[in-house]
């Protein structure tokens, strides 16, 4: 079947496919319009963490459709929007947190922290703090200011994206952070992380949040934590840097806030930053047109009244217990799996070949597209898949996930060494 839709991040000698075109979800199941029904173990792009067709978020999203419609946030405010900004205040922490920026996505989030951090030094009076420090290897969106942030090549120079007040660190190299800072501090706006590193779902170490946290409080710039991938449960806690020596100035939620039903995110920011703007009665010049709108509002309130209801921080452990022994076992006995990162609901399994060798991309999508015939989808990632369960697997849906994991990996022993 043809359509005009250009589709993201496929070749278009791929688009027009019906095994890759969906018609419909349920639980963990997605349905495509070549008949085939798979098991979803990349929630989504890692935004449906409680499972497909939740009827509670359906019945917000249309009451709100209904009654709601288009009530913005663009010099306006609405009631939907201000609920949802109070809910995700309390699951974020109103000891810390003071305010809600609604946006639209991961990467527009990242846009609006940037500016965001950098008026915030403005008003307190230290205009040459403008430099914005991301780590190697981390993924902060798409979007001209995300895209910047984004420590991988993904052609920035080609699309001419300007990363001249951008700086790159080596994640969990305590060493580095620390010479940038010796070098460079008093011209830092901020430092965004990611909890764990969405491409390679790499952790930082206990012992580099520590250090980030100290020469935060030494040196003055503010800390940004990137929570799109990890919030809403993803690593066993609601946001994983609830469990940091000190909170972040800053944490952006996307992934997980409407449950994957409407696009959202929000830039939740610390009681002293809202300070500094009502103090001086500051206008933050950033605004969308759908960012804090009726429908999507509705949704966030309805996922964490859904997220409390089903205990579902609480169930994401369970499976990730479940998840995680898989794993183990799988890397200790399989000759191809080579090792695993991750944290929580949120893993990257590494396959290499004969000799060592890393899987080449062909061969990852080679590999995707044996567990997706297996009867599972995955994401890919560097030498490797990543494993991204919802918060609510059974314990059957672990045990067959895994199943069509290994059937996948299984495929490729004949022809390792040419994948690889």
Known sequence: MSSALWPYLIPPSTHGNDANCAVSARGHRITFADGSEVL??????????????????????????????????????????????????????PEHYGRV?????????????????RHYHALRGRPQRTLVVALRGSFHGLTFGGFALTGEDLGQRVYGVDQRLIRHVTPNDVGEL??????????????????????GTVPLTDDYLAELVRLRDET????VAD?????????????????????PDVLLSSKGLTNGTCPASAVVFSQEIADAFTGHDAILTHAETQGGTSIPSAAISAAIAEMRRLDAVVAGRRVAARLEAAIADLVERHPLVTGSSGRGCFHTLHIGGPGGHRLSPPGVAHLVAAIRKAGAIVHPGPAGIQLVPSLTYSDAEVDELMACVEAGIDALLPTAAPAA
């Open 40 to 93: 979803d173990a990349d929630s989504g792009l890692w935004n449906v963490q409680i499972g497909y067709g939740n009827e509670a978020i359906a019945a917000a999203v249309a009451e709100a459709a209904a009654n709601g419609s288009y009530l913005h946030s663009f010099r306006f405010e609405n009631t939907y929007a201000r609920k949802a900004a109070d809910d995700l205040l309390q699951v974020c922490g």
């Open 178 to 199: 620390r010479d940038l800072i010796a070098r460079s501090g008093q011209q830092i706006a901020a430092v965004v992380v990611e909890p764990v590193l969405g491409t």
């Open 220 to 223: 003055g710039f503010l800390l």
């Open 227 to 247: 929570e799109v991938a990890t919030g809403f449960g993803r690593t066993g806690t609601f946001f994983a840097s609830q469990t940091w020596p000190g909170r």
């Open 101 to 117: 920026l609604l946006s639209t996505g991961g990467g527009v989030a990242n846009d609006a922290a940037m500016k965001l951090v």
